[in-house]
């Protein structure tokens, strides 16, 4: 019966309000989590009872003062347009976030441009800000999007962000190692940064296998890059 949603929620907000500089630039989300195990897409919900489940918690974050949701690691279609559908029947701003191959596919098989139409068509009424992919290495990310069935408009404008994983193996190989396997810091932000340059992505960011090193090598990047333009 705890509420660890607004827990989340709190302890994120009070670290940004220890730096009021930046304490209005600070976003707070919480996510949708993928029902059954993200790498085995065979665990995942079918659309109509992910629907049902997710919209459980979207009513609930619906209610908090958080500044967006995101529905994260889909790496199956049915699960990935029911968590859009519940968060669509709310306020919120949200995101969905898939997990790719390097072939250009969920791991479920469906192709990334064909998922993002599905539920472009799902959710007419209130669409998704936008869709990315977390927990995939950059390099396996441009492959993806390299792919010539994702090589269309709308990937290009409605896809737009990337949180990194540290490591360019494949989700099988991943899946339980014993060991963290991540690219050099330097390395993994330079292939962040060739994102930005190519698809001109809004959202760039780390997860599994990176640390303070790689989004400290990002941040100067993206530093340099706003400093040439002025921002």
């Known amino acids: ?59 609930i974050l619906e209610k908090m003062p958080i500044d967006h949701s995101r529905s994260g690691l889909n790496s199956a279609l049915g699960e990935a347009a029911g968590a859009a559908r519940a968060l669509a029947d709310t306020s919120l701003p949200y995101i969905i976030s898939f997990l790719v191959r390097k072939d250009g596919k969920l791991l479920d098989g469906t ?9 472009e068509e799902k959710t007419q009424k209130h669409p998704p800000l936008f869709y990315q992919v977390n927990c995939v290495h950059p390099r396996n990310m441009l492959l993806c999007l390299e792919q010539p ?19 360019d193996l494949s989700p099988e190989e991943l ?16 292939d962040m940064m060739k994102l930005y340059e190519k ?25 340099a890059v706003w400093d040439k333009e002025g921002k």
Not at 111 to 119: G, K, M, R
């Open 1 to 59: 019966g705890h509420d660890v949603s607004m827990d989340n929620y709190t302890h994120c907000r009070a670290i940004a309000d220890e730096h009021p500089a930046i304490r209005d630039k600070v976003f707070v989300g919480c996510s949708l989590s993928f029902s059954g195990n993200a790498y085995r897409p065979e665990t995942s919900l079918p659309e109509e009872e992910a629907y049902a489940h997710h919209t459980k918690l979207a009513r």
């Open 199 to 223: 698809y001109h992505f809004k959202l760039l960011g780390g997860c599994c296998g990176t640390d303070h090193a790689h989004l400290e090598e990002l941040a100067r990047r993206i530093r």
């Open 111 to 119: 192709w990334l441009n064909d998922a993002i139409e599905y539920i």
């Open 175 to 190: 899946d339980e190692s014993p060991v963290v396997y991540t690219s050099p810091a330097d390395e993994w932000a330079d």
């Open 149 to 167: 069935q994702n090589q269309t408009d709308l990937v290009r404008t409605r896809f737009l962000g990337l949180e990194g994983n540290g490591s």
